[in-house]
RNA sequence: GGGGCUGUAGCUCAGCCUGGUUAGAGUGCCGGUCUGUCACACCGGAGGUCGCGGGUUCGAAUCCCGUCAGCCCCGCCA
């Protein structure tokens, strides 16, 4: 991945450990590291010593090491710093599975640097044993972080930002850092909060993300600006969610989309080029968010999965089956996928599907299968020769696959086709994993329909250009409306998502008000943003990368947890240094705060 | 806010469903033997509030209720 600098070397050692080659034979020198695991045969000892650079081993013997060496080589404790000075020595039996197996340093003189006391975990990991919990990894954090894997992660995330950095600074980026103590906007998530001494009862919100910032330096002539930014949401967690993640943030001034797209799709390049060795194709897939929808049911296809969902309804209504007809004349379709050789789940696995569909929001999922000469499945009995000729012509459904069909409206039917779609692929082994499919979802929605109030809501965030700015389209069908507005998803997960700013100040307006927001509560709100808008906007646009995301794919990492050093546990708790805690009562005075518990 | 899984020796786990002598294994730790190991080998030893609280029972690691913590998911979150 990166190349280490060839001398490593400092007053304390002359190489690191994974440094020491044949080229060192017969050489005197000196190393230091953490005793990884001792060998003690009687008369001989060995001891593994590592760094982050990864084993050497050292040879303890009566005809070369110091009487008081080995006096103290018997007493050695794992994770203990050792400094050991000898001469480097070809093995009589070399270790083929170790980095540096072929050299061991015979050592005359050892000394202890640093004692460790006894290991709550294990640093070396016992083969065919599973890592400790993760609730121990997080509390002994520095231990788990000293494992291979650990500084592997944490090694490829720095690559990934070098790599990032470089690239946008070669396209003529910026990097510009921009407030952490700001103020509350309604971007959707709860803000992390926090209060002012100075100005007592008010509050600093943390950001999550640097969106308008990032707006204002557009306006403000940085046509071409990035940062690395933390971001905050105070919402609850999963394995792909942490409440402080990291975004490469990107922001462009003077462009279109296509514009947007080549330098993303520029940067992804470099970071796959430079941290996997691996060439991207460029100029990805585009699909547009409707079609999206329509043909895989999610607005993150995995495009892994062969099957796609298709419309039904013409040719399973009319034909006596009565949920279908029901469902058609409350104007909803009949959905389903045609899953290759799929005959062969068995009838518990498919009800299981079923179940799996209705927890989905759908009523259920109904199935046909076909054999060689016949149908089978709910709707079997009203397939008739008509009917099964059209089914074989329209959708290629051969002896041996298995239909999963769904009724109702499309919010729903999508949804549950999704899962369906994701959780049998995976259990019939049919994602084609050696497969890499980096997309673009288009044309999202402006707007969508909130569930309660039935307002219409930013679908992404408030400032986000319509394909068409028409402000009459915008306020008398705001759900109908497009917006320059796209993700980048990677096999299925969300890379990264961003849009064509809105730098019309009229339709930016007439955007906000559709949600329902009064000018007065507009102004107070967005008016800096706003005024900024008032001395000539360039029009602009950007992204922003999921940088944890992007890293935890990198290295095939389960959790966000194992590429950030100092994660939060799913209640959003800090093991190591117990987060959140009680402030002293004096400091919560000095600040007004009074707390209800 | 809701649902699911997990919690037993320092660590990884078995035992729990079907309650019954003294709660086991591997590893780590401590002591001993061993001059070419690399998961060193061999001998011996210590180590337990079965997460915590309550209940049922003659008897609870085991059954029930509550609670705490970790993980996964829904809600929430781009």
Redo the contacts with the bound molecule.
Sequence with gaps: MSREPAALQTAYRDAACGQVDASWVDKEMQIIGWVH?R??????F?V?VRDRTGLL?L?F???WSTSDALGLVAEL??EDVIQARGVVAL?????A??LT?EV?L?VSELERVSVSD?????VYQ???????????R?QHRILDLRRPEMQHNLRLRHAATNAIRASLSEQGFCEIETPLLTRQTP????DYVVPSRVHKGQFYALP?SPQLYKQLLMCGGFDRYFQIAKCL?D???????QPEFTQIDVEMAFVRQDDVFNAAEQMFQRIWKDCMDRDLPGAWERLPHAQAMERFGT?KPDLRIPWEIQDFTDVLTGIGFGIFDATKSAGGRVRGFVVKGGASLSRSRVDAYNELAQEAGAKGALWLKRSEDAWSGQPSKVIGDDVSAELVAQFGIEPGDLVFLVAGEDDLTSRALDLLRRTVAHELDAVATDEEHWLWISE?PLY?KD?ETGLPVP??HAFTMPSNPDPDLIRDDPLSVTAVAYDIVYNGIEFA?GSIRCHLPEVQRVILEATGLSPEEIEARFGFLLEAFRYGVPPHGGY?VGLDRVVAVMVGAA?L?DVIAFPK???A?G?LEQSPSNVDPAELKELGIRVDT
């Design positions: 695991r060998r003690d045969l009687g008369g001989l060995f593994d081993q040879s013997g009566p005809d404790n794992p093995r009589p039996d070399p270790n599975d170790m197996g061991e015979r006894p290991l709550p975990i294990l016992p083969p065919e044993e599973d890592l400790p919990s993760e609730e121990l997080l971007e959707g998530a709860r999550q949401r919402e609850d967690l999963r394995a792909d969610r607005d999202f969508l569930a679908a992404q998502s922003a959790s947890r546990t799913s209640a708790r093991l």
